[in-house]
């Protein structure tokens, strides 16, 4: 089995700012105004506009998969074994690219969720404070379907148990900032699994990991993948 992780930087060549590089999201907001249940409750329609902004940012005419979302879902169509791919992302481009064993672990900008209801529905739209629940009619309730600071990501049991059998564990385009996805490597290696890193440059966790390889994603991802699948249909 491989297990596959990726972080923003997948999406930076199909146009999607990442959070930490020069001019990254988190130059321009506060991440405790905009990403923490705090900053929600404090200011909701603040955090709703700037969910709207990346939604319409994220649905525009310009933002496509790039080839690295692409070899990941020809990995997927052509590995003869199981491929679970773990996003932090919360574009759609993986599901775009093809990929389908998907778990987006930080949840999806194309969704809301109800939280008198609970409801998790595809939204596409802005979101406005005082929007009902198409499930629920409540109104004052929805909010996006992203995991925030302070909450628990999605999926970590299924993560979890997908990182302790392994044989091979690659991470695409991430920081190794944020924790868990960060310590995803150290478990990898304690199940036996080869660790790998694909990245523009040495992350944070680069020294955890048995091979490197840097470079833009478009370019490294498919030469990789192209290696893997050579390797394993002999
Ligand atoms: N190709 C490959 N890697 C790239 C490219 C590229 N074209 N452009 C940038 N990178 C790398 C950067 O070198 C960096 O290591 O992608 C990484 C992006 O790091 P971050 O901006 O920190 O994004 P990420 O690691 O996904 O952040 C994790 O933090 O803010 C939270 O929830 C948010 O999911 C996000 C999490």
Redesign the pocket.
């Known amino acids: 089995m491989i297990v596959i992780l990726t ?4 999406s ?2 199909s146009g999607i700012a ?4 020069q001019g ?1 999201l ?1 130059e321009n907001e506060s ?1 405790e105004a905009v ?1 923490t249940p705090g900053g929600f409750a404090r200011d909701p329609e603040r955090v709703l506009e700037f969910y709207n902004q990346r939604r319409r940012e994220l649905l525009g005419p310009g933002i496509a998969p790039n080839a690295a979302h692409l070899a990941l879902a020809r990995l997927e169509a052509e590995y003869q074994g199981r491929i679970l791919l773990i996003t ?2 919360v574009d759609n481009l993986h599901e775009r690219a093809g990929s389908r064993n998907l778990l987006h672990m ?1 949840g999806e900008m194309l969704k809301i969720r109800c939280t008198r209801c609970g409801a998790i529905m595809q939204w596409e739209k802005d979101l406005h404070r005082g929007d009902s629940c198409p499930v629920c009619a409540a109104s004052g309730g929805l909010r996006p379907h992203i ?1 925030w600071f302070e909450e628990m990501p999605l999926y970590m049991d299924e993560i979890d148990a997908a990182l302790g059998k392994c044989r091979l564990f690659v991470s ?7 924790y868990p ?1 960060a310590g995803f490597v150290r478990a990898a290696r304690r199940a036996g699994a080869h660790t790998v890193e694909l ?3 040495r ?1 944070q966790g680069a020294n955890s990991f048995d091979e490197g390889r840097y470079g ?3 370019q ?1 991802v498919p030469q990789w993948v192209e290696e893997v699948l050579v390797q394993h249909q002999n």
């Open positions: 972080g923003a930087g997948i930076q060549e990442t959070f930490r590089d990254g988190w991440i990403a932090q992302n930080h995991v695409i385009g991430t920081s190794g900032n944020v996805a990245n523009l440059e992350s833009r994603a478009s490294v």
